[in-house]
C-alpha cells in the first residue's frame, strides 16, 4: 500500500491541465450498455473507479478496453442482468448500470450498494423513480431485482430528504429513454454530468430535453446506437487546485476546466480575499484566502458537498470563524480529526464545522477516510511546516488523476513510498 509524503510550506505556481470528469464519465459508461452497438467515449481520467466500472462491464458481457484515455465498448447482442456483489461493493457508483440493464433486457440483478464512510446513502429515490416507469422492484438477498416487462413513460418526481439526486436522476432518466411514451422528471438533479450524460444519449438517439435543469423530459425511442462522445471536464479537481492555490498563496492557471460549473466555490473563494479571473476554458487563481467565510453545501449551482473537506482545509488556516455546514451528507466530517492532528481548530456543531482559523499547520502522519477527504488532507500538508505522510492512498487514486505528478510540476515536494 502507498502512501503520500508531503513537504509543505511550498507556494505553487504555474498551470495545470484538468482531467475529464470522473462523475461524468460513470453513468456514461453504464450508459454505452443501452446498445449492442460500439461506443468510444473519450477524456476518460485514468482512476481506479473507472477500471472498476470497465469490469463491471466487461462481467456483464462487454467487451471494454481503455487506452490513452479513450474507453472502446461494445457490449454485442447478448448481455447478462447480474451485477455481482464483488464488484458492486467495492463503487456505489456501480448502481447507474441498473436503469440500463432495465431499459435494455427488462431485467436487472444489481447488487445493493450498501453505505460508505461519507455517511447513509439510501437508492430509495432509484427505486421508487423505476417503479414509476412501471418496473416491479423488490430486495432479495442484498440485490435489487427489477422487471419490466414494458417500461413506460410517467411523471416522477425524484426529490428526497436531502434534495435531488445525481444518479437516481441518471438511472431514472436512462431507463426513460427506452420506455414507452413521456416521462417527465420533476426535481431532477441539475449537476453538470448530468446534462453530459443526456448529450450523450441523445447522440446515441434519445430524445431527453431540459437536462441541466430541474425539469427533464424524455421522449422514449425503440433503439439506440453507439456513440461517440467527449466527457466534460471534472469540477471537484479543478477546484481542488483552486483551493491548492489558495492554501499555499500561489498562482495557478488551471486550464481545461469550465469556470461556470465552479461558480458557488469562486464566488467563496473571491469573499475570502483570494483573486480570481475567469476565462473561456480556464481560471487564474492567484494569492491567499484571508477572510473566513460562511459555506452551506447544497445541490447544483449551490456548492458542491465535493468540494467540502478541501475547503474546510483552506479554512483552517485562514484568520477567523469560519462555519462549514455540510446539508448533502451531515455525517462527512471524518477528515476533521485528522485536520485537528495537524494543528486545525475545528469544532464538530450539529452538521456544521466550525473553524477557527490557525496561523500555521504542522505536517503529521494522518489516515485518508474518503475520497474528498484525502484531497483535504494533501492540501493541508501543501500548507503545512514539515513532513505530512498521508496513509490510505487508494481512496485518492479512485478520483484523482496521476495528482502528486501534477502538484510537483507546480512546485510541490511531494512524492509517493511504499507504506
Ligand atoms: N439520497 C437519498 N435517496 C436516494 C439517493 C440519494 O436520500 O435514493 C440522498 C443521499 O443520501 C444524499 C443526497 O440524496 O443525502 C444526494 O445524493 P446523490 O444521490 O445526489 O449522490 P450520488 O448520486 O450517489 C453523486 C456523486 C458523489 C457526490 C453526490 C452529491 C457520482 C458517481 N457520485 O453521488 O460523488 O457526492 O452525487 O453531489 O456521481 C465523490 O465524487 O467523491 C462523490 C461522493
Not at 436522476?169 to 450524460?197: F, H, K, R, S
Not at 479543478?238 to 464566488?267: C, E, R, V
Not at 460562511?294 to 462555519?323: C, E, N, R, W
Amino acid at each position: 500500500m502507498d502512501k503520500i509524503v508531503i513537504e509543505g510550506g511550498k507556494p505553487l505556481n504555474g498551470s495545470i491541465e484538468i482531467s475529464g470528469s470522473k462523475n461524468a464519465t460513470l453513468p456514461i459508461l453504464a450508459a454505452t450498455l443501452m446498445t449492442e452497438d460500439a461506443s468510444v467515449i473519450h477524456g476518460v481520467p485514468d482512476l481506479q473507479d473507472v477500471a472498476t466500472m470497465i469490469k463491471i462491464l466487461r462481467s456483464l458481457g462487454a467487451s471494454a478496453t481503455f487506452a490513452e484515455g479513450s474507453v472502446h465498448v461494445k457490449p454485442g447482442r447478448h448481455i447478462e442482468a447480474h451485477a455481482p456483489w464483488k464488484l458492486v461493493s467495492t463503487m456505489r457508483a456501480s448502481i447507474c448500470v441498473l436503469g440500463p440493464l432495465l431499459a435494455r433486457l427488462g431485467r436487472a440483478d444489481v447488487s445493493m450498494p450498501g453505505g460508505c464512510i461519507i455517511g447513509p446513502r439510501p437508492i430509495d429515490l432509484h427505486l421508487k423513480g423505476l417503479a414509476a416507469l412501471n418496473a416491479d422492484i423488490s430486495i432479495e438477498h442484498g440485490y435489487v431485482k427489477a422487471r419490466a416487462k414494458k417500461l413506460r413513460g410517467a411523471e416522477v418526481y425524484l426529490g428526497g430528504a436531502y434534495g435531488s439526486s445525481v444518479l437516481a436522476t441518471a438511472n431514472v432518466m436512462m431507463a426513460a429513454v427506452l420506455a414507452e411514451g413521456e416521462t417527465t422528471i420533476i426535481n431532477a438533479a441539475c449537476e453538470p454530468e448530468v446534462e453530459d450524460l443526456a448529450r450523450f444519449l441523445n447522440a446515441m438517439g434519445a430524445s431527453v430535453q431540459g437536462a441541466g435543469t430541474h425539469m427533464i423530459r424524455i421522449l422514449g425511442v425503440r433503439k439506440l446506437r453507439g456513440a461517440e462522445h467527449r466527457v466534460i471536464s471534472d469540477r471537484i479537481e479543478a477546484g481542488t487546485f483552486m483551493a491548492a492555490a489558495a492554501i499555499t498563496g500561489g498562482h495557478l492557471l488551471i486550464k481545461g476546466s469550465d469556470p461556470s460549473h465552479n461558480t458557488a466555490l469562486i464566488d467563496k473563494l473571491r469573499q475570502s480575499g483570494v483573486s480570481i479571473a475567469t476565462h473561456n476554458g480556464f481560471v487564474d487563481v492567484r494569492g491567499k484566502a484571508v477572510q473566513p467565510v460562511k459555506i452551506t453545501t447544497l445541490p447544483y449551482p449551490g456548492f458542491p458537498t465535493d468540494l467540502q473537506a478541501q475547503i474546510t482545509a483552506l479554512m483552517s488556516v485562514t484568520k477567523g470563524i469560519s462555519v462549514v455546514t455540510e446539508k448533502i451528507y451531515p455525517e462527512r466530517f471524518i477528515h476533521i480529526s485528522e485536520l485537528g492532528r495537524m494543528g486545525a481548530q475545528i469544532f464538530l456543531e450539529g452538521g456544521s464545522a466550525i473553524v477557527h482559523g490557525v496561523k500555521k499547520l504542522s505536517g503529521a502522519p494522518v489516515m485518508a477516510s474518503d475520497l474528498r477527504a484525502s484531497a483535504a488532507l494533501v492540501l493541508a500538508g501543501l500548507a503545512a511546516e514539515g513532513r505530512t505522510e498521508v496513509y490510505r492512498v487508494y481512496h485518492l487514486d479512485r478520483g484523482y488523476e496521476k495528482v502528486e505528478k501534477k502538484l510537483e510540476k507546480i512546485g510541490a515536494r511531494i512524492w509517493r513510498e511504499k507504506a
